[in-house]
């Protein structure tokens, strides 16, 4: 299945809202939302919503840029925060998808590095090849 990958406007906060209400449970979300809308909020940076064939919302990877990473502190990477794919559309790869578009945001935003966490642990993709930074 085919997926299209923009990044998120604020008219899709709705959309936004509903999935990272299934990623994370916070009563704040609808106000971070509205502050990365108006470009108050330090992070994410951007954010990315992916919508099936219908357009409806199946997902989004939420992007910032760090510098505070173990292993690779004073370099700047390209982090995801946060993914949600919902559960109908884990094996169709679209993770595969969002990883590929987060590396080349981070790519296009000059990162060298690029990593994510998995349970409080911190990937680093060692094979990134990102501008300088």
């Not at 990593?115 to 060692?126: C, G, K, L, P």
Request: with cysteine.
């Amino acid at each position: 299945m085919k997926y299209s990958l923009n990044p998120i406007r604020p008219e899709e906060s709705h959309d936004w809202l509903r999935l990272r209400d299934l990623l994370w449970e916070a009563d704040d979300h609808a106000i971070e939302i509205a502050r990365f809308f108006t470009g108050e909020l330090e992070e994410p940076v951007e954010v990315l919503i992916a919508r099936d064939l219908e357009g409806r919302a199946v997902g989004h990877v939420e992007l910032s840029i760090r510098e505070d990473i173990d292993g690779l502190n004073g370099v700047k990477t390209g982090y995801i925060e946060g993914l949600y794919v919902d559960v109908l559309h884990r094996s169709s790869g679209l993770v595969s998808q969002f990883l590929r578009a987060s590396e080349q945001w981070a790519k296009d935003q000059g990162c060298s590095a690029f990593a994510s966490d998995r349970q409080d642990r911190v990937i680093i993709h060692r094979r990134f090849s990102g501008g300088s930074a």
